[in-house]
T-cell receptor
Framework: DAGVIQSPRHEVTEMGQEVTLRCKPISGHNSLFWYRQTMMRGLELLIY????????DSGMPEDRFSAKMPNASFSTLKIQPSEPRDSAVYFC????????????FGPGTRLTVT | QQPVQSPQAVILREGEDAVINCSSS?????VHWYRQKHGEAPVFLMILLKGGEQKGHDKISASFNEKKQQSSLYLTASQLSYSGTYFC??????????FGTGTRLTVIP
């Protein structure tokens, strides 16, 4: 299997612009997770889907952040409008079923908002 | 709800042992351990579910004390490849998972 695929790997954008991050989970995995990692706050779980349905989005920082999973093989995390404090590495991970299974992380998207 | 890890950093010589601790102020259902090398994604090590079980993975093992809301990761006979940042993640059984700030482990020859 190719593993979790994320795109783009790097994104540089100006404040106020819309940013869309993409993720393809491992085939057969029913759960998908979006994380944000910064030096200050560490690794934070933003939102978690199970069978394409959002289960817990309590980690989504603001209404500027939204996530969708239209089918089992694709998810997006959108930031609109972006701000400099959104600069971070965003990871997508998938697991067989739920939080308490081994999670496989994608390579991450390094986002820089200037 | 973020768990607290200790130590924050440790330097070992090859062959030495280390213990990384993780504690939570909340009741725990599960503890997850991941290792992340610089510039890479976190990689799964093990999950422990409540029940106080201990798991092993090669020369890396972990324990989970549900009553004390703590977990410890044990690295024995460390190898250069063990270098990285170790994260514990704690779940309260309600579809949530909170990661600690990490323990940076450096193994030197």
């Amino acid at each position: 299997d190719a593993g979790v695929i994320q795109s783009p790997r790097h994104e540089v954008t100006e404040m106020g612009q819309e940013v869309t991050l993409r993720c393809k989970p491992i085939s057969g995995h029913n759960s998908l997770f979006w994380y944000r990692q910064t030096m200050m706050r560490g690794l934070e779980l933003l939102i978690y889907f199970n069978n394409n349905v959002p289960i817990d989005d309590s980690g989504m920082p603001e209404d500027r952040f939204s996530a969708k999973m239209p089918n089992a093989s694709f998810s997006t995390l959108k930031i609109q409008p972006s701000e400099p404090r959104d600069s971070a590495v965003y990871f997508c991970a998938s697991s067989y079923s739920g939080v308490d299974y081994e999670q496989y992380f994608g390579p991450g998207t390094r986002l820089t908002v200037t | 709800q973020q768990p607290v890890q200790s130590p924050q950093a440790v330097i070992l010589r090859e062959g030495e042992d280390a213990v990384i601790n993780c504690s939570s102020s909340k009741a725990l259902y599960s503890v997850h351990w991941y290792r992340q090398k610089h510039g890479e994604a976190p990689v799964f090590l093990m999950i422990l579910l409540k029940g106080g079980e201990q798991k092993g993975h090669d020369k890396i093992s972990a324990s989970f004390n549900e009553k004390k809301q703590q977990s410890s990761l044990y690295l024995t006979a460390s190898q250069l490849s063990y270098s990285g940042t170790y994260f514990c993640g704690t779940g309260g059984g309600a579809n949530n998972l909170f990661f600690g700030t990490g323990t940076r482990l450096t193994v030197i020859p």
